[in-house]
């Protein structure tokens, strides 16, 4: 693909298209039809999950609405209000929409009435303002809220109620991380099966349908993955500027969760990219990233409160640096203790961590998970070996450092002191580099017939698997808040 192609047409010529550009018979169609059916199925689910899903039942999904909120009226980062209080100053009827649903995920017995949702749809959009406690989302930057803020926005102007407003914003919150991962399957086409493998996910969906900056976050992260995977394959950039938007996804998914700074690493390796462009790309993204965590630090940034213990940053790293062999007991106690807990949350825990999803289930998603890595084998390009082993060695220092970033923040910011392992890492923070471990396999690209074969039943287990995905979900959160056992 030539550089100055456009992104549009750098879409329409995916291979996934092969067989209508050159008319061929069904089997060079099949690939298309299947990945066209399980993105449908991928949005049928979506825009379902974000009216099926009770209000304010996503993870901290109330703290997410104040912050789109907050952002809806031109505040693009929330304030410290006090020493241990951090949000800003918000629309008070958030606080009678979402306090009706308080039995139902303080009790997973409880169930999602019509009652609740008649007296939280009493609250409308006042115009009066208090100021309210979020911390953990008033440090977030407000490009992926940006989407749940329109929808607030016409929510207002429309007179509608907080709760149907809520309702709104996810469903566009959902619509904008859905074009952007169907973007991003369609330009990787079948040199990542992995990548539609890994959005067909419960967890990653659930997100998506709601306003959590982490559905858009989601679906940035395909696209990116998609443009590195194309330059990894034909050793080239896909489409005009692609360097450009993939410097601007990567910068905008750091600043939105730091620890994914790392991938940062990648621009530095990518083929057939000029070397000054390469190191602008890398430190762009480490700029806006330091620039953005400097400004929540010294605006928002405040110790997290916990009712059992409070952190402590300066005397965990002291604990640290008087026997760094601590860093291997913990990552070794915290990996054997709740590695199992991590694997299930990235596959599916939805709700307030309260939905789970069948155990069958898991089995399923982890051979369609490793059908996507190994599908990606057999798609050899045209990039120099050097080149591909090159991005292969970075990325995987990339991953590598943005779990250990992961493990690091919430170690310092939500550990006990001196703890022997690390608290609050949910499952769903590897969601994003899951989905920039798809570049891996076309890098690797091992030829011959058996590995054609191999891609041709990956893609047709991967994309397959959304349409088991939809029912599973809607059927688990229907039995969690609607169905009486």
């Known amino acids: 693909m030539a550089a100055e192609a456009s992104f549009l047409h750098a879409l329409s010529q995916s291979d996934l298209f092969d067989g209508f550009h050159r008319r061929q018979g069904l089997d060079g169609l099949l ?20 009216l099926v899903m009770p209000p304010f039942q996503n993870p901290d999904e109330p703290a997410h609405f104040l912050r789109a909120e907050q952002i809806s009226r031109g505040h693009p980062i929330g304030y410290r209000y006090s020493e241990f209080r951090s949000g800003g100053a918000t629309e008070i009827g958030i606080r009678a929409a979402y306090g009706p649903f308080s039995p139902v995920f303080s009790n997973r017995e409880n169930k999602f009435t019509s009652g609740m949702l008649a007296q939280a749809g009493m609250a409308h959009w006042s115009g009066e303002l208090v100021e309210q406690h979020f911390p953990n989302t008033a440090v977030y930057p407000p490009f992926f809220y940006l989407p749940s803020a329109i929808g607030i926005l016409i929510g207002k102007a429309a007179g509608l109620s907080i709760v149907d407003t809520l309702y709104l914003s996810r469903l566009l919150s959902g619509l904008c991380s859905m074009a952007l991962g169907t973007a991003g399957t369609l330009l990787a086409g079948r040199a990542a099966p992995l990548l539609l493998a890994v959005l067909a996910l419960p967890m990653g969906l659930s997100l998506m349908a709601s306003v959590s900056q982490d559905g858009p976050m989601i679906g940035l992260a395909a696209l990116a993955a998609a443009i590195s995977v194309r330059m990894v394959q034909n050793g080239a950039p896909p489409f005009r500027h692609a360097v450009a938007v993939l410097t601007l996804a990567l910068a905008l998914i750091a600043t939105a ?10 621009p530095l390796v990518l083929p057939g990219v000029a070397p000054a462009a390469r190191r602008l790309s890398a430190l762009t993204i480490f700029g806006l990233t330091a620039a953005w965590a400097g400004l929540a630090a010294v605006m928002a940034q405040v110790v997290m409160e916990r009712s059992d213990v409070m952190p402590d940053a300066v005397l965990q790293v002291r604990l640290l640096l008087d026997d760094p062999y601590r860093i291997v007991s913990v990552a070794f106690a915290t990996l054997s203790g709740r590695g199992f807990g991590y694997l299930n949350e990235f596959v599916g825990q939805l709700g307030w961590l309260d939905v789970g999803i069948p155990r069958w289930f898991h089995k399923l998603a982890w051979i369609v998970l490793a059908a996507g890595l190994l599908g990606g084998l057999s798609q050899a390009g045209r990039c120099p070996q050097n080149s591909r082993w090159s991005w292969i060695a970075v990325a995987i220092i990339a991953l590598g450092g943005s779990a250990a970033g992961i493990f690091g923040i919430q170690y310092l910011t939500w550990t006990a ?9 949910q499952g769903r923070y590897f969601l994003v580099p899951a989905l920039l ?8 690209a091992i030829s011959g017939d058996r590995t054609t074969g191999l891609a041709r039943l990956s893609w047709l ?3 397959a698997f959304p349409l088991v995905t939809s029912p599973v979900m809607v059927w688990q959160v229907l039995s969690r808040y609607y169905l009486q056992s």
Do not use: S
């Not at 690939?31 to 974000?50: N, R």
């Not at 471990?437 to 690797?444: C, G, S």
């Open 437 to 444: 471990l798809a570049t891996l396999p076309p890098a690797v």
């Open 417 to 425: 002191p001196g703890d022997v392992m690390v608290d609050g890492v």
């Open 31 to 50: 690939p298309g039809l299947l990945t066209v059916a399980g993105l449908a199925a991928l949005w049928f689910t979506v825009c379902l999950m974000t």
């Open 461 to 463: 287990v991967v994309t």
């Open 257 to 266: 969760r730091p620890p994914y700074a790392a991938f940062a690493l990648l």
